[in-house]
Protein backbone atom coordinates (compact mmCIF):
# COMPACT_ATOMS: atom_id res chain seq x y z
CA UNK A 1 0.00 0.00 0.00
CA UNK A 2 0.99 3.29 -0.52
CA UNK A 3 -0.04 6.81 0.34
CA UNK A 4 1.13 9.58 -1.70
CA UNK A 5 -0.59 13.29 -3.01
CA UNK A 6 -2.13 12.53 -6.54
CA UNK A 7 -2.05 15.88 -8.62
CA UNK A 8 -4.01 17.40 -11.55
CA UNK A 9 -2.13 20.31 -13.11
CA UNK A 10 -5.18 20.99 -15.04
CA UNK A 11 -7.51 22.05 -12.29
CA UNK A 12 -4.03 24.05 -10.82
CA UNK A 13 -4.79 28.03 -10.71
CA UNK A 14 -1.76 28.63 -9.33
CA UNK A 15 -2.84 30.42 -5.89
CA UNK A 16 0.03 28.44 -4.28
CA UNK A 17 -2.21 27.77 -1.14
CA UNK A 18 -0.48 24.54 -1.60
CA UNK A 19 2.80 26.21 -1.07
CA UNK A 20 1.47 28.31 1.97
CA UNK A 21 -0.17 25.93 3.38
CA UNK A 22 3.10 23.01 3.50
CA UNK A 23 5.56 25.54 4.43
CA UNK A 24 3.43 26.50 7.74
CA UNK A 25 2.57 22.66 8.61
CA UNK A 26 5.87 21.67 8.17
CA UNK A 27 8.28 24.78 9.32
CA UNK A 28 5.64 27.23 10.44
CA UNK A 29 6.72 29.83 8.17
CA UNK A 30 4.79 31.12 5.31
CA UNK A 31 7.39 30.46 2.62
CA UNK A 32 7.38 29.13 -0.96
CA UNK A 33 10.91 28.22 -0.44
CA UNK A 34 10.40 25.76 2.60
CA UNK A 35 7.11 23.88 1.17
CA UNK A 36 7.16 20.68 0.46
CA UNK A 37 5.11 21.23 -2.77
CA UNK A 38 6.22 23.74 -5.87
CA UNK A 39 4.22 24.76 -8.39
CA UNK A 40 5.52 26.68 -11.59
CA UNK A 41 3.74 28.19 -14.07
CA UNK A 42 4.37 27.34 -17.57
CA UNK A 43 3.38 28.39 -21.11
CA UNK A 44 0.69 25.51 -21.42
CA UNK A 45 -0.53 25.42 -17.90
CA UNK A 46 0.82 24.85 -14.22
CA UNK A 47 3.55 21.76 -12.92
CA UNK A 48 2.69 20.06 -9.60
CA UNK A 49 5.81 18.98 -8.22
CA UNK A 50 5.98 16.70 -5.37
CA UNK A 51 7.14 13.10 -4.09
CA UNK A 52 5.77 10.33 -5.52
CA UNK A 53 6.93 8.29 -2.77
CA UNK A 54 8.91 6.69 -5.70
CA UNK A 55 11.17 5.08 -2.96
CA UNK A 56 14.73 6.29 -5.27
CA UNK A 57 15.82 8.59 -2.36
CA UNK A 58 15.56 5.27 0.13
CA UNK A 59 18.56 3.08 -2.05
CA UNK A 60 20.67 5.97 -2.62
CA UNK A 61 21.06 7.16 1.77
CA UNK A 62 24.56 5.89 3.13
CA UNK A 63 23.07 6.08 6.79
CA UNK A 64 19.70 4.66 6.27
CA UNK A 65 18.19 7.83 7.21
CA UNK A 66 15.47 7.34 4.77
CA UNK A 67 12.66 4.63 5.66
CA UNK A 68 9.89 3.57 4.01
CA UNK A 69 6.41 3.97 7.13
CA UNK A 70 2.96 1.65 6.85
CA UNK A 71 1.69 3.89 4.97
CA UNK A 72 4.52 3.95 1.89
CA UNK A 73 5.27 7.02 2.80
CA UNK A 74 9.52 8.02 2.74
CA UNK A 75 10.11 9.80 6.19
CA UNK A 76 13.71 11.67 7.10
CA UNK A 77 15.15 10.57 10.10
CA UNK A 78 16.45 13.55 11.43
CA UNK A 79 18.94 11.88 14.06
CA UNK A 80 20.55 9.17 11.45
CA UNK A 81 21.04 11.64 8.53
CA UNK A 82 24.26 13.14 7.78
CA UNK A 83 23.47 16.05 5.24
CA UNK A 84 24.88 14.58 2.32
CA UNK A 85 22.50 15.43 0.01
CA UNK A 86 22.63 11.96 -2.29
CA UNK A 87 18.92 11.94 -2.02
CA UNK A 88 18.36 15.02 -3.26
CA UNK A 89 20.52 13.84 -6.20
CA UNK A 90 18.91 10.88 -6.85
CA UNK A 91 15.42 12.21 -7.06
CA UNK A 92 13.96 11.43 -10.27
CA UNK A 93 11.45 13.83 -9.61
CA UNK A 94 13.66 16.67 -8.01
CA UNK A 95 10.91 16.73 -5.18
CA UNK A 96 13.09 16.19 -2.20
CA UNK A 97 14.09 19.74 -0.90
CA UNK A 98 17.14 21.78 0.88
CA UNK A 99 16.88 24.35 1.71
CA UNK A 100 19.55 26.93 2.83
CA UNK A 101 18.47 27.34 6.35
CA UNK A 102 18.39 23.69 7.38
CA UNK A 103 20.34 21.39 7.53
CA UNK A 104 18.25 18.18 6.98
CA UNK A 105 16.74 17.38 3.30
CA UNK A 106 13.30 17.49 3.42
CA UNK A 107 9.69 16.22 1.04
CA UNK A 108 6.07 15.40 1.19
CA UNK A 109 4.98 12.98 3.71
CA UNK A 110 1.58 12.85 2.39
CA UNK A 111 -0.33 15.00 5.39
CA UNK A 112 -3.16 15.73 3.19
CA UNK A 113 -3.51 19.62 4.19
CA UNK A 114 -2.59 20.99 1.10
CA UNK A 115 -5.35 19.05 -0.75
CA UNK A 116 -7.25 19.72 2.12
CA UNK A 117 -7.08 23.46 1.41
CA UNK A 118 -6.46 23.37 -2.25
CA UNK A 119 -10.16 24.93 -3.65
CA UNK A 120 -9.85 23.68 -6.92
CA UNK A 121 -8.83 20.10 -5.63
CA UNK A 122 -5.81 19.91 -7.92
CA UNK A 123 -4.59 17.77 -5.30
CA UNK A 124 -6.32 14.50 -3.65
CA UNK A 125 -4.49 12.44 -0.94
CA UNK A 126 -4.87 8.70 -2.25
CA UNK A 127 -3.38 5.04 -1.05
CA UNK A 128 -3.31 2.54 -3.82
Known amino acids: MKKYLKTYPEKCIACRVCESTCSQVYFKVDDAEKSCIRITELADGNDINVCNQCQ ?56 GMCAKNCPTEAIKIVTE
Not at 75 to 102: E, F, Q, W
Open 56 to 111: ACVAVCPTLALKVNPQGVVMVDKSLCISCYMCVAACPTKSMRRHLNGLNPFKCVSC
